[in-house]
Structures are given as structure tokens and as C-alpha cells.
């Protein structure tokens, strides 16, 4: 038995953890430029990966594959996600 088989067996897909750090990457920066409470923030994260998947949904149904990293469709997901986030402000920002 090799010494780090059971870290070796912790790993995350790449992708995945591109994805990830992609999707909060964008939230992070978006909510400096427009949030204004942790709540935002929060919003945000969740409309960015949901926003994410749906656009690496919409790359694998197009295969365009403009900008594509390994078997991230890096370009309609990041469009994707930053719609996603500009229309959660819009209805944040909705009077109630």
C-alpha cells in the first residue's frame, strides 16, 4: 500500500474545481461592484453556479467549443453566469 493512496483518492476532478473557483470568482467580483450585505453575497454564489451549470449545459448541447478548457465549455458558461447574476440584481432590486 502506497503512503498517499487515500489522499489520492480525495481528488477533485479538474474541471470541477475550475467550475468552482470560476463561479465564485465571478459572484466575488460582481457582488464588490453591486452587493451590499452578506445576503447578496449569497445570492450571488448560487446565481453564479447555477448560471455556470446551465451555460456548460448549453456548450455540451452546442459543442461550439469557442473557448474550451479540457471539458469546460469556459465561454457559455461564464455568459451564462454572468446573465444569471445580472438578473438576480434586477429582481433584487424590485420593490417588494
Known amino acids: 500500500m502506497v503512503l498517499g493512496a487515500p489522499l489520492m483518492s480525495l481528488s477533485l476532478n479538474p474541471s470541477i474545481l475550475l467550475a468552482t473557483l470560476?463561479?465564485?470568482?465571478?459572484?466575488s467580483v460582481f457582488h464588490l461592484w453591486t452587493g451590499r450585505s452578506l445576503r447578496d453575497l449569497l445570492l450571488f454564489?448560487?446565481?453564479a453556479a447555477?448560471?455556470?451549470?446551465?451555460?456548460?449545459?448549453?456548450?455540451?448541447?452546442?459543442?461550439?467549443?469557442?473557448?474550451?478548457v479540457g471539458e469546460l465549455f469556459l465561454l457559455e458558461a461564464t455568459v451564462a453566469s454572468v446573465?444569471?447574476?445580472?438578473?438576480?440584481?434586477?429582481?433584487?432590486?424590485?420593490?417588494?
Open 83 to 96: 446573465f444569471a447574476l445580472f438578473v438576480v440584481r434586477i429582481l433584487i432590486d424590485q420593490p417588494a
Open 45 to 47: 454564489l448560487f446565481a
Open 22 to 27: 470560476m463561479a465564485a470568482g465571478l459572484a
Open 50 to 68: 447555477t448560471g455556470f451549470g446551465l451555460g456548460q449545459w448549453a456548450g455540451i448541447s452546442l459543442q461550439w467549443g469557442i473557448l474550451r
